[in-house]
């Protein structure tokens, strides 16, 4: 068990008392222990997804044993490099209600892990940019409010009274028809998911071990039985993969080849400004979507650069034509600067939906394939592949993500782009 | 940018091409009934670190389909040449 004094629950009065003495007492958030020899359980990805899995499997499963492998640091990847935004407006059997699930966790997460991830439910407007786009926005809504999710389909007037900075003169080159609006979806501070699942594992006794490097595995006739890594052998009864963007990279250590691309996605943000955009706002002529970050600043992605990277930079054609789609979308914005912008490295998978599910190597779990979906699954991803790693069989969340769905020909292509990773 | 000297065109930025992917994946023979092959060709990448060795077609171009060489790391163009072996050759027809 840690020290009793990183036991300390925050709360209006521990803030009150560290307030009125300096904020000096406050104690380490997690601890920095060396490795074991042996875990029961070993996760590799000191990320969201790995850090949600070990807080789960600790809270659901009363697994403690366990130890969470980073290569670099605490929430370094892709966790920190998104653009914050949480949604379940998905409308193929095995996202959607997934998906849902996970925007349910979101909800009741600041107090689950006593820690603020300071989830703003401002609601997402997804623009409708022309009258097919609109029917298969109503159909969309539909499927939603089937499932019990909240969904909207507005008229250009209601989206004008939301954001009237758009273009809604007749000249537009992007009129608009109206959006599907989810008034529940929203944005989540995204290094504070990381840190609030890394306190809450480490909290029930979960080991978080940073520059460790998983190097190989050890397999014993087809059953895994441990990790190689920068900081010696670590033995584990079961091992977890989530480690999104090199996905590939680490399964191949044992002897695994995916139905993945990796590929870098861009974001960006712009100086900041006084509140202007109150909603996350999807643009439907283009690949882009925006919100205002709490500082001020304009936060913003759009498409991948398009070619198999694992560069966590991306490139100029690219940045100019998510800059064009924000000026198309919101005209007022064209003399913005952009201050700052970086990649991340996305497991596309061969359908655009990912992949909770266990290997043929027994005692493998992987959990990969999110492309650019990774961060609203976050909790969800956590639950369910916790749930996959502690009983052995998928939760009924995430039976529809198995890894070998593309041999049976069950694929949950949410774009119905194909095996076009770059596409999806 | 990326530079794609194209064999036909030369240098050009690669916002003229069209990315098709992993080139060095075989497709099965077409009568090949063995569903396992064809998901492993379909499906399946190697996804490498590195050296990726992948299509590329110039569609504002010569429309040519090209095989480059590139680093995956550090996006350095390693080799450019014509992907059907008589263009390489030379009898481009």
Not at chain 1, 176 to 181: D, S, V
């Amino acid at each position: 068990m840690p020290p009793k004094s990183q036991m300390s629950e925050y709360s209006v009065l521990s803030l009150l008392r560290e307030g009125l003495t300096g904020h000096t007492g406050w104690p380490r958030a997690w601890r920095d222990p060396a490795p074991k020899a042996e875990y029961d359980t070993v996760i590799i990805g000191g990320g969201g997804h790995g850090l949600a899995t070990a807080y789960y499997l600790a809270k659901n499963h009363g697994i403690t044993d366990v130890a969470v492998l980073e290569k670099g640091w605490l929430g370094g990847g892709n966790v920190g490099r998104n653009t914050t935004i949480v949604r379940s407006n998905y409308m193929i059997p095995g996202n959607t209600e997934f998906y849902e699930f996970s925007l349910k966790l979101w909800e009741g997460l600041s107090q689950d892990l006593n820690y603020n991830v300071m989830v703003s439910q401002r609601g997402q407007l997804n623009l409708v940019n022309g009258q097919a786009q609109l029917d298969a926005a109503a159909r969309r809504g539909n499927v939603m409010r089937a499932n019990g999710i909240d969904a909207e389909l507005l008229t250009p007037a209601a989206v004008r009274r939301r954001v009237p900075f758009l273009d809604f003169s007749p000249a537009a080159r992007f009129p608009i028809y109206g959006a599907l609006y989810q008034p529940r979806a929203g944005t989540v501070r995204h290094d504070a998911v990381a840190w609030g699942f890394a306190r809450g594992a480490d909290r029930r006794g979960v080991d978080l071990i940073q520059n460790c490097e998983v190097t190989g595995f050890r397999i014993e006739r087809g059953r895994v039985t441990g990790v190689e890594t920068t900081r010696g052998t670590i033995g584990a009864r079961r091992v977890g993969l989530a480690v999104a963007g090199s996905s590939g990279q680490v399964a191949a250590l044992a002897g695994l080849r995916l139905p993945i691309e990796s590929h870098v996605l861009q974001a960006f943000v712009t100086e900041p400004l006084k509140p202007l955009l109150d909603y996350v706002i999807g643009f439907g002529a283009a690949h882009f979507y925006i919100s205002q970050s709490d500082k001020g600043g304009l936060v913003y992605g759009g498409d991948l650069d398009g070619y198999n990277s694992y560069a966590q930079r991306g490139n100029l054609p690219l940045i100019e034509e998510v800059a064009s789609a924000a000026a198309s979308l919101m005209p007022c914005v064209s003399r913005l600067r952009q201050v700052r912008e970086w990649g991340g490295i996305m497991d596309m998978s061969m359908d655009g939906s990912p992949i909770i599910a266990a290997t043929p190597v027994d005692g493998l779990y992987l959990n990969a394939g999110w492309c650019y979906g990774g961060f609203k699954a976050t909790p969800a991803s956590g639950w369910c592949f916790a749930h996959t790693i502690a009983t052995g069989r998928p939760h009924e969340l995430n039976a529809r993500f198995a890894l070998d769905r593309f041999r049976a020909g069950a694929h949950i292509d949410e774009k119905g782009a194909g095996p076009t990773p770059n596409a999806h | 940018m990326l530079i794609l000297h194209c064999p036909f065109c030369g240098p050009r930025d690669h916002s003229e091409f069209l990315y098709g992917g992993d080139a060095r994946r075989t497709r099965p023979a077409p009568d090949d009934a063995d569903g396992a092959r064809w998901h492993d060709y379909v499906f399946l990448r190697d996804n490498p670190r590195g050296t990726h060795v992948e299509h590329w077609q110039h569609i504002h171009g010569c429309r040519a389909w090209l095989t480059v060489t590139r680093d995956t790391v550090t996006h350095e163009i390693l080799a450019v040449t014509a992907a059907r072996p008589a263009a390489a050759a030379g009898d481009g027809r």
